[in-house]
């Protein structure tokens, strides 16, 4: 995959363009006429490497998040709050959906499952 690539004309960034009639993926400036046809087809790659800690991180930032509902009807069994956020996802190796609750207490962040 390449790097940003720049017009040879006006050194503007080059934006990807679809060419529908060929089927043809370019590169084509906004500023002047200048394309070329792209080299490859990849336009952007994403690569997410998580180390366990991260995981972690990301579950115990699910307690924060607004849009998730709430429940006041279940304690935490590690530091006792009595708040927590709950969603379903599927459990790693086990086949249909798991309720999973996560303690609201900033201080905790501990996940359990119904």
Sequence with gaps: MSTMKF???CNN????????DQ???????RNCDH???ADNNCVYRNEVHHTADERTQVLQDVASDPTLPRTKDVRCSRCKHGEA???????????????FFVCCNPNCGYRWRD
């Design 7 to 9: 017009c040879r004309e």
């Design 13 to 20: 960034i080059l934006y990807p363009k679809e060419d529908r």
């Design 23 to 29: 089927k043809l993926l370019l590169y084509a400036c």
């Design 35 to 37: 394309q070329e046809a």
């Design 85 to 99: 956020v709950f969603f379903q996802a599927t459990a790693r190796g086990e086949e249909g959906m798991t309720l």
